[in-house]
């Protein structure tokens, strides 16, 4: 793996906090901590590319000492004591705290998205903590994206998926499909997800949880066994449906016109 272009040792972290840090008494705790992504780093997260900046953590309107090349303080109305803890001395953000301020100052939906799920599936944090940090987040553009994100990640998605599919495919004016179809193999019956039996089209909506590889190659082998049997199968992340729909949709739409579906006159069902 390529090193991370960030500083990883403990004296710059160290600098960062304590030359940002609002002024406080001789001896008292200081009232910043490294935090986002850096805290992420420093609690053991790997391979996520950063901007090689060191983020720092601040009470909002606490006034800290403007910050040296490199280095970029966020003041928080979320600031809480107790979601500091330290590690090498250093004062950083909790893995869960980090995790939901890394993915709100992210450079892109993209970047947040896979923040969450990385800070997850290294095992950093759980579910549970992370939807009590992001509760406290009132207003951001990202709130509803991160909450939808978690619930991905958790498994607890599936009708939601399939229901944001279809109304996907109504956007675009695509047939109305078939969800959670039963269908029988060699390998005995499965679910699908979505199913259009007249063109003989199959999607299935993959939540994260499909990645584990268990699943992954159980999904293989029935999938194979469904293009036996002629049909056309198209796998969709569920991640990637909420943020790249339109080229997942576009996939669809030529499988469906490669099996002889042609878009209705206006005013007439798909």
């Known amino acids: 793996m390529v090193a ?54 601040a009470p909002k309107s606490s006034h800290p000492v403007p910050p040296p090349p490199g280095v970029r303080v966020h003041e928080t109305r979320r600031w809480r004591d107790e979601d500091v803890v330290t590690i090498l001395g250093v004062p950083r953000a909790r893995p869960e705290v980090a995790a939901v301020q890394a993915a709100l100052w992210a450079r892109s939906d993209r ?12 095992r950093l944090t759980a579910i549970d903590p992370l939807v009590s940090v992001l509760e406290r987040v009132k207003r951001d553009r990202r709130r509803s994206l991160l909450r939808s994100v ?48 007249r063109w003989r ?20 082998l029935r999938h ?14 569920s991640l990637g449906l909420r943020l790249d729909p339109r080229r997942h949709l576009d996939a669809v739409e030529r499988a469906l016109r490669h099996a002889g579906w042609t878009p209705s006159p206006p005013g007439h069902p798909a």
């Open 201 to 220: 089209v199959v999607v299935e909506v993959d939540g994260v949880g499909h990645l584990q590889p268990d699943r992954w190659i159980d999904d293989s």
């Open 4 to 57: 991370p272009p960030w500083p990883t040792d403990t004296v710059a972290w160290w600098q960062a906090v304590l030359e940002c840090a609002p002024r406080a008494a001789v001896g008292t705790r200081p009232r910043a901590a490294i935090a986002g992504l850096t805290a992420l780093v420093a609690a053991g997260l790997s391979g996520i590319a950063d901007d090689g900046l060191v983020h720092v953590a």
């Open 111 to 122: 970047e947040a998205t896979l923040l969450l799920v990385a800070t997850v599936q290294q």
């Open 150 to 197: 978690l619930v991905d990640v958790a498994g607890g998605a599936h009708s939601l998926n399939e229901l944001d599919f279809a109304a996907h495919c109504r956007e675009r004016g695509l047939p109305e499909p078939d969800r959670q179809v039963v269908v029988s193999s060699a390998r005995g019956s499965s679910y699908l997800d979505v199913r259009w039996r």
């Open 224 to 237: 194979n066994e469904i293009a036996l049997g002629g049909d056309t199968v198209l796998r969709i992340p």
